[in-house]
């Protein structure tokens, strides 16, 4: 399975931007690339994923490198509930059964 | 987005016991969910993978005797945690999936204590 690698942690002030490294040096051409965000005691919660042109939604935008071997997770504006861990995780195209499997992500912490 | 509903939030129990989590997609048909447990300052893990009408598939390391996994309907699971032991103690956490959409939608999670 393609593993993905993330600084264990970042810090963020309010009102601020934020990139959210990830790097996926094993990624293959049909995974695409996910990304959730679990906030202190409750379960985690979609943000966006993409598989090769840059994304956004609502919440965040997605930055993918050329040769796809590493992406961004940017929150244009931090708020205090941003505040919580992003996980990067690779994704196979289509639903079915595949597992989707977390690694440690990055602890955001965003001061006032 | 969708609406994935696990029931109870917070149990305590007593060692030795049973324990039942259900985790109801609300508002969409799951034909596939999965379970996960995470430890304090952990990551989730994931326990198993169950489809609709199946038995569920375990991760290594995993005891189905232990951890049992009823997916009877589209839109109920339950996890049934047998004869507990305070190291099950942990934060329990069910996912469901729609078919083809690749987006998987998480419940709010169950605190499980046993003492």
């Known amino acids: 399975d393609a593993k993905t690698t993330q600084p264990n942690s970042m810090e963020s002030n309010e009102e601020e931007p934020v990139h959210l490294p990830c790097n996926h040096s094993t990624i293959s051409g049909t995974d695409y690339i996910h990304w959730y965000r679990q906030l202190p005691s409750q379960g985690p919660e979609y943000v966006i994923h993409?598989?090769?042109s840059n994304v956004n939604n609502r919440m965040a935008s997605l930055a993918i490198a050329e040769d796809r071997k590493s992406s961004t997770l940017i929150l244009h504006r931090a708020t205090l509930r941003d505040a919580a861990v992003y996980y990067c995780?690779?994704?196979?195209?289509?639903?079915?059964?595949?597992?989707?499997?977390f690694g440690k992500g990055t602890k955001l912490t965003v001061n006032p | 987005g969708a609406v994935v509903s696990q029931h109870p939030s917070r149990v305590i129990c007593k060692s030795g016991t049973s324990v039942k989590i259900e985790c109801r997609s609300l508002?969409?048909?799951?034909?596939?969910m999965f379970w996960y447990r995470q430890f304090p300052k952990q990551s989730l893990m994931l326990m198993a993978t169950?489809?609709?009408?199946?038995?569920?598939?375990?991760e290594q390391g995993v005891e189905k005797d232990k951890f049992l996994i009823n997916h009877a309907s589209l839109t109920l699971s339950t996890l049934t945690v047998t004869s507990a032991h305070p190291e099950d103690s942990s934060f329990y956490i069910c996912?469901?999936?729609?078919?083809?959409?690749?987006?998987?939608?998480f419940g709010q999670g169950t605190r499980l204590t046993v003492v």
């Open positions: 508002d969409f048909q799951a034909t596939t």
């Open positions: 995780i690779l994704r196979l195209p289509q639903g079915g059964s595949e597992k989707l499997v």
């Open positions: 993409g598989l090769t």
């Open positions: 169950s489809n609709e009408g199946s038995k569920a598939t375990y």
């Open positions: 996912s469901a999936r729609e078919g083809a959409i690749t987006e998987a939608f």
